[in-house]
Structure formats: structure tokens, C-alpha cells
């Protein structure tokens, strides 16, 4: 595709819910990363994916958010029994690897996430 | 750990120069990046830098200095659309894929 997708755009969610949020990434792109950014505030790293494998996991803000990746390409963020300050946008980004350095990441225009 | 400084807040008038500072502190080192973002939309790569100077991209330019663990992004002639967050990075040295950024300068360009 042109660019990295994200869908939905905008996420209503009572609290206690489950929610998924999907990333297309820019074909051939292998890394995948997803981002999390509450208003005004900088790009907090959640989970990053090298292929299918998640090398690492350590943003993650607890056990409700989990994330895979499938077929080399989408992937999809959940998050279960959603809480108020699970509230933010959330940002997906792809590069065409991992291992260089230069390499940049190219964003979609995220999800903007609320929970009521 | 890694951390960076920058700015929250720079203000400027159209056709000024204006320059955003980022300080970082890493065990590795992996180059610096800069990204832009206007409100609402999504983060841009604007530039990289892995040695010491300066690289020029038209009106931004990006300098480092590696033994000042120190960076800046230059903006001349400075348009309204250059109004945005502009946000410096570092790769994680431990896990090489990982992006860390700063917590991003809010540019205001006035007329």
C-alpha cells in the first residue's frame, strides 16, 4: 500500500471492554512497531516486531495489552478490560528492518482511543 | 537507560531561523533522529544523524555532536505549516529496533 493503515480512526469503548486496533504496515516492510501518545505527551514504545516475532515486548504497561503479528505483515494491538488512562492514540509505524540504524519509521495516523 | 531533553515550547515569527535543541543520554549510541508532526496526524522523518556535523535537507538542516551528546534541527525561513511538534530519537543500543523519543517541542510560527 502507499502507507501504513490503521483502523479504526476513533474507538468509543465503555470501561472494562475489550478493544482491537489493526496496523497495516507498508508492503515488504519487516519491522513493525506500535506507540502510544496521550495528548501533548511524546511516543511512549510499547511493542515492537521484527517478522512474526516480538523481540521486544517491555513497553507494554501491563498484562491486558497484548499484540500479534501475522503473515510477515497486519497486526493487531488488544487491549482487554479497558481502563480510563488507556485513553490516548495509538500509533503504528513500519521500517524495513530493524537492523539499521537509519532506517526510519514510517507512521500511520493512529487510532485515537477513548474509554468512558 | 536512554533519555532525551528537548524544549516543550518554541515560539517564532515566519521568515525567523529557528533552532530546537535536543540533549540525550544513552549507553550506545546509534545516531540521532528528527521527526515532525503536525496536530492530529501522523509523525514524519525529517532527518538522521549518525556522524558529527551538519546535514542540510532545504530549508532543515540537522547538526550532532557526538561528544556533547547533543543534537539540533535547524528551521530557516520559517513558514506558518512549520508550526508542528517536532520530536528527536534514539535507538535502544540493548534492543536495536526500538525508537526512544523525546517529549517533542511545540513550534508556533506567528505571522
Known amino acids: 500500500g502507499a502507507g501504513v493503515s490503521q483502523s479504526p480512526s476513533n474507538k468509543v469503548t465503555e470501561k472494562g471492554k475489550d478493544v482491537e486496533l489493526r496496523c497495516d504496515p507498508i508492503?515488504?516492510?519487516?519491522?513493525l512497531y506500535w506507540y502510544r501518545q496521550s495528548l501533548g505527551q511524546g511516543l511512549e514504545f510499547l511493542i515492537y516486531f521484527q517478522g512474526n516475532s516480538a523481540p521486544d515486548k517491555s513497553g507494554l504497561p501491563s498484562d491486558r495489552f497484548s499484540a500479534e503479528r501475522t503473515g510477515g505483515s497486519v497486526s493487531t494491538l488488544t487491549i482487554q478490560r479497558t481502563q480510563q488512562e488507556d485513553s490516548a492514540v495509538y500509533l503504528c509505524?513500519?521500517?524495513?528492518?530493524?537492523?539499521?540504524?537509519?532506517?526510519?519509521?514510517?507512521f500511520g495516523n493512529g487510532t485515537r482511543l477513548t474509554v468512558t | 537507560g536512554q533519555s532525551l531533553e528537548q524544549p516543550s515550547e518554541v515560539t517564532a515569527v515566519e521568515g525567523a531561523i529557528v533552532q530546537i535543541n535536543c540533549t540525550y543520554q544513552?549507553?550506545?549510541?546509534?545516531?540521532l533522529s528528527w521527526y515532525q508532526q503536525h496536530d492530529g496526524g501522523a509523525p514524519t522523518f525529517l532527518s538522521y544523524n549518525a556522524l558529527d556535523g551538519l546535514e542540510e535537507t532545504g530549508r532543515f538542516s540537522s547538526f550532532l555532536s557526538r561528544s556533547d551528546s547533543y543534537g539540533y534541527l535547524l528551521l530557516q525561513e520559517l513558514q506558518m505549516k512549520d508550526s508542528a511538534s517536532y520530536f528527536c530519537a534514539v535507538r535502544d543500543p540493548n534492543q536495536g529496533g526500538k525508537l526512544i523519543f523525546g517529549q517533542g517541542t511545540e513550534l508556533s510560527v506567528k505571522p
Open positions: 509505524a513500519s521500517s524495513t528492518t530493524d537492523t539499521a540504524y537509519n532506517s526510519p519509521l514510517h
Open positions: 508492503s515488504g516492510h519487516t519491522a
Open positions: 544513552t549507553s550506545g549510541f546509534y545516531g
